[in-house]
T-cell receptor, first 113, second 112 residues
Framework: DQQVKQNSPSLSVQEGRISILNCDYT??????FLWYKKYPAEGPTFLIS?????DKNEDGRFTVFLNKSAKHLSLHIVPSQPGDSAVYFC????????????FGQGTELSVKP | DAGVIQSPRHEVTEMGQEVTLRCKPI?????LFWYRQTMMRGLELLIY????????DSGMPEDRFSAKMPNASFSTLKIQPSEPRDSAVYFC??????????FGPGTRLTVT
């Protein structure tokens, strides 16, 4: 039972263009969503988050959009840089579950010069 | 700040042997999480502690897995006996606010 899904295992984008990574969830109790970035041989690192009371959160080149009615969130990276090449995981939590994060399978982003 | 520290970084062992993975969370964090990453199942939560007390161990695969947190600065994940299907990367993470978790570099376990 995959509560958080990232249906695209990989994405290739040209440097300078926009990267859009998508994530869907099934549990309507989720109220906090996060994106993590992972380089090979390293642990995931926190990138950006959004609470369910918002529909957008922006941090520099990174913007996360949340569509609660569609149970969908997306991460936009503009402009994309080669250093952004990594695996991106979305994660969700339910405040009643005490900090437990449910992760998607990840999307491998490749930004080509 | 040293971040979350895990040891060893790599472990190769034979089937049937006991394996112990170690984690030192970030000082001041009161929650600690153990994850396992595999190609098939992605990143899955095994167990987490809050204030050194296990809160949810529903992700622990079976009785061969056990985890302890004897104090706020140390946790272990033990597999006894180990099996080839336990081969994976094991991550430890800690947090202070129940949402943003900080991950260690992981331990790559290979069971032959």
């Amino acid at each position: 039972d995959q509560q958080v899904k990232q249906n695209s295992p990989s994405l290739s984008v040209q440097e300078g263009r926009i990267s859009i990574l998508n994530c869907d969830y099934t549990n309507s109790m989720f109220d906090y969503f996060l994106w993590y970035k992972k380089y090979p041989a390293e642990g995931p690192t926190f990138l950006i988050s959004i609470s369910s009371i918002k529909d957008k959160n922006e941090d520099g080149r990174f913007t996360v959009f949340l569509n609660k009615s569609a149970k969908h969130l997306s991460l936009h990276i503009v402009p994309s840089q080669p250093g952004d090449s990594a695996v991106y995981f979305c994660a969700a939590s339910d405040d009643n579950q005490g900090g437990k994060l449910i992760f998607g399978q990840g999307t491998e982003l490749s930004v080509k010069p | 700040d040293a971040g979350v520290i895990q040891s060893p970084r790599h472990e190769v062992t034979e089937m049937g042997q006991e394996v112990t993975l170690r984690c030192k969370p970030i000082s001041g964090h009161n929650s600690l999480f153990w994850y396992r990453q595999t190609m098939m199942r992605g990143l899955e939560l095994l167990i987490y502690f809050n204030n050194n007390v296990p809160i949810d161990d529903s992700g622990m695969p079976e009785d061969r897995f056990s985890a302890k947190m004897p104090n706020a600065s140390f946790s272990t994940l033990k597999i006894q006996p180990s099996e080839p299907r336990d081969s994976a990367v094991y991550f430890c993470a800690s947090s202070s606010d129940y949402n943003e978790q900080y991950f260690g570099p992981g331990t790559r376990l290979t069971v032959t």
